[in-house]
């Protein structure tokens, strides 16, 4: 089973600041999704096939990488943003999540 | 609009069964994969298993083989999670999914809680 691991597992930034996190697979993947959760909700596809937004998902956010490393890219914080983020992915017909990253405000 | 209410939750205690179920409505079931995903409380995702279009293929975390089966009936739009020899580290809300195809959890229900304790 691949392992995903992600960093940092809790973050805090300010509005304005380009946030990074990352999803790093145990064993190479073709492609990584991402959702967003917030508290008491179901989680949403937010980027899909590394690096496609979701519907209704703003320009500000971006999923790039390959292979090992993947990663989402916030290019500057607004306070909705504050959710807990997860990256997926899908292989040998078995899925895996990573443990996620929760996303605070400053 | 895609809707996928599930049911079935509750309490049960150790080591025996219970029957989850999700319907269906806002587009062709019988066309999607479908999947559910559970979250014990304060932790995260979990794959549970998946189910092909046509019933005919399903997948299954290694946890849960053999006392797990997901099941769907396509003329009632309903998919199916059975459930057999609860254990305590099964507690989590269950989510329904649909599955387009390229892996992704595209459609979530709003969840069931199942909690297994005596």
């Known amino acids: 089973e691949i392992v995903l691991t992600q960093s940092p597992t809790t973050m805090a930034a300010s509005p304005g600041e380009k946030v990074t996190i990352t999803c790093r697979a145990s064993s190479s993947v073709s492609y990584m999704h991402w959702y967003q959760q917030k508290p008491g909700a179901s989680p949403k596809p937010w980027i899909y096939?590394?690096?496609k937004l979701a519907s209704g998902v703003p320009n500000r956010f971006s999923g790039s990488g390959s292979g090992t490393s993947y990663s989402l890219t916030i290019s500057s914080m607004e306070t909705e943003d504050t959710a807990t983020y997860y990256c997926?992915?899908?292989?040998?017909?078995?899925?895996?999540f990573g443990g996620g990253t929760k996303l605070e405000l400053k | 609009e895609v809707q996928l209410v599930e049911s079935g939750g509750g309490l049960v205690q150790p080591g025996r069964s219970m029957k989850l179920s999700c319907a269906a409505s806002?587009?062709?079931?019988?066309?999607?994969?479908m999947a559910w995903v559970r979250q014990a409380p304060t932790k995260g995702l979990e794959w549970v298993a998946t189910i092909s279009y046509d019933g005919s293929s399903t997948y299954y975390r290694d946890s849960v083989k053999g006392r797990f089966t997901i099941s769907r009936d396509n003329a009632k739009s309903t998919l199916y999670l059975q459930m057999n020899s609860l254990r305590s580290e099964d507690t989590a809300t269950y989510y329904c999914?649909?599955?387009?195809?390229?892996?992704?959890?595209?459609?979530w229900g709003q969840g069931v809680m199942v909690t297994v304790s005596s």
């Open positions: 806002g587009f062709t079931f019988s066309n999607y994969g």
């Open positions: 997926q992915q899908w292989s040998s017909n078995s899925r895996t």
């Open positions: 999914t649909r599955v387009p195809g390229i892996g992704l959890f595209d459609y």
């Open positions: 096939d590394t690096s």
